[in-house]
């Protein structure tokens, strides 16, 4: 250590005096005191100020410069030295640097940078704001031979593609093309995980998606899926589910999907469909979700649906519903909910048995399982009044739906079970139907559905209800008691906040359900003619129309 000392002080002197020859002897004697015991040897330099005199040193012709920037690399692996490093302004004069032609430079600059500004996004964000990413990108293109100096770029892009406004500058870059390259010359596992741990958070960006897309990334990753596919080693495993999870991850963008679905031509899209049957899970999943992914317009789903990929999906599910992977369940039920949308393609599915195949599920007590079922069911009955008709008669089904509707502790299959159970009313306008739905005590969640924060479940809630008023209401009445639908629809009526739709379907409820003896007490009890007589002046003209014919009504039957 007291070499060290001696070392240190000659270097401050001969900094002072520019004597090269000096100070090289000082850097050299330093990285071996670096070597032996960075910590104390680090706390040295603090301790006599040599940081500051650092960035004189960094010239870029000096024959110093690479072990300056080595010295500060290695410093800077110690966290209490990272704030020095900054505060001795030693960022500037290494940005600079990043220009230089001489490969060692380069290297031991991009490690210095790296190590102060490890695990700041701050110092990270500064980085970005001094143009590092462009400089970066130009030299991994430059120097893509050197190893070690790749290997130092897709570190510092990994970091910085971690910030969000690293991805506007990535984007203005060819980095897509860079990496697809460097991508195609690697045969080691490890330097292929290097470059798709930079690419994963790359391709959250829908630019950089089409980019990769564009430079040939999607070929690249189903020859590696190609060739792990039956690999039993760990790393085929990894690889695998790496390619594949970043194929699914490129299909979130719109126009890298739509380039890839080519009219459902593309031999990509043909390549992804083949995974749903295969024996791999890993595949069989990322061929879920890239067909969930893929149907997320209606063309595409018309589409795929007339090719035949429901009975897959169908065929996948069957296999799941004893080996029970949930990741696998729940993207196929995904698929199936999105290609369900269009109407032209309910009564198609509902032929080819989706609706039993998903019913096979209702045991599950996977909370993202059961959300997937319920907004497939959900989507496949909407407008097919049959269908609705079959699974409101189905006193299992609806049982299932009463207990989730108290799912408090998931809001999602809550919500949805509410909508469903609702939707089965709606669209069937089944008098069966409702005394299932009554016989199953699920009237109450209906009316708690009403109260919604969503305005569209409080509608579906509302005329769900009236319907049940229209068709059953001597057997709904003493659930209707029960849940206090009256005093909901007080609320709902007397809420200046409350949408026009949402009092024109109150007020059609209260004229339903004043047949009834004891809610017509209740309405009476509550004085509705005062608060339906105010809405006569309502800016909406359908609000006033109903709130007079509403108001002739309670009158005539007070």
Not at 5 to 28: F, G, I, P, R
Not at 322 to 329: A, D, H, I, K, L
Not at 459 to 477: K, Q, R, S, T
């Amino acid at each position: 250590m007291d070499n060290l000392s001696e070392a240190l002080k000659k270097l401050k002197l001969a900094s002072a005096d520019s004597a090269t020859d000096n100070v090289e002897s000082c850097l050299d004697c330093l990285l071996k005191a670096l070597a032996h015991n960075n910590a104390n040897a680090s706390e040295k330099v603090q301790e006599m100020g040599v940081l500051p005199l650092l960035p004189t040193l960094l010239a870029p012709q000096s024959s110093c410069t690479p072990k300056v920037a080595n010295i500060i690399a290695e410093v800077a692996k110690n966290e209490f030295m990272r704030s020095p490093c900054v505060e001795a302004g030693l960022i500037p004069p290494l940005v600079q640097l990043l220009h230089s032609k001489d490969q060692e430079v380069l290297l031991q600059t991009g490690r210095a940078l790296g190590n102060i500004c490890y695990d700041s996004h701050s110092l990270q964000a500064q980085l970005i704001n001094m143009g590092v990413i462009p400089t970066l990108v130009k030299l991994l293109g430059l120097h893509s031979d050197n190893t070690a100096l790749t290997e130092m770029c897709l570190i510092a892009f990994g970091n910085l593609a971690e910030l969000e406004s690293s991805k506007e500058q990535f984007a203005s870059t060819n980095i897509a093309e860079e990496l697809v390259r460097l991508f195609q010359k690697q045969t080691e596992h490890e330097k292929k995980e290097m470059i798709f741990e930079v690419l994963a958070p790359l391709a959250e960006n829908d630019v950089i998606k089409l980019q990769l897309v564009e430079a040939g990334l999607v070929e690249c990753l189903l020859d590696v899926v190609t060739h792990t596919v039956d690999g039993e080693r760990d790393e085929d495993v990894a690889q695998l589910k790496t390619a594949s999870d970043l194929m699914v991850l490129l299909l979130l963008g719109d126009e890298s999907m739509q380039k890839l679905f080519e009219a459902g031509k593309g031999s990509v899209f043909e390549r992804v469909l083949s995974w749903v049957p295969s024996h791999n899970h890993q595949l069989q999943l990322a061929g879920a979700l890239a067909i969930a992914n893929f149907a997320r317009n209606d063309g595409n789903c018309i589409h795929m649906v007339e090719s035949g990929i429901v009975q897959k999906l169908l065929e996948l599910l069957d296999r799941h519903v004893e080996e029970g992977n949930v990741t696998v369940q729940h993207a196929a039920l995904s698929a199936l909910r999105n290609l369900a949308i269009p109407v032209v393609n309910k009564a198609k599915m509902l032929s080819a048995g989706v609706s039993d195949t998903v019913l096979k599920f209702l045991p599950s007590e996977m909370p993202p399982v059961q959300f997937k079922l319920l907004g497939t069911l959900r989507m496949l009955i909407d407008t097919q009044a049959d269908a609705a008709d079959q699974l409101g008669n189905n006193a299992k089904l609806v049982e299932r739906l009463v207990e989730w509707c108290e799912a408090k502790d998931h809001a999602g299959v809550m919500g949805e079970s509410n909508r469903l159970l609702s939707a089965l009313i709606r669209h069937s306008k089944s008098k069966d139907v409702v005394k299932t739905v009554i016989q199953g005590a699920g009237v109450k969640h209906l009316v708690v559905m009403a109260m919604s924060e969503h305005m569209i479940m409080q509608n579906e809630a509302l005329v769900a209800l009236g319907l049940i008023a229209g068709l059953d209401l001597v057997g709904a009445e003493k659930d209707f008691v029960g849940a206090g639908l009256v005093q909901v629809l007080h609320k709902l009526l007397s809420d200046e906040r409350t949408a026009p739709e949402i009092k024109y379907n109150s007020m059609i409820l209260i004229c339903a359900v004043m047949g009834s003896e004891p809610l017509h007490k209740e309405v009476q009890g509550l004085a509705f003619i005062d608060v339906v007589s105010k809405l006569r002046s309502h800016e909406n003209k359908t609000v006033s129309h109903q709130a007079s014919l509403t108001e002739q009504r309670l009158t005539a039957q007070s």
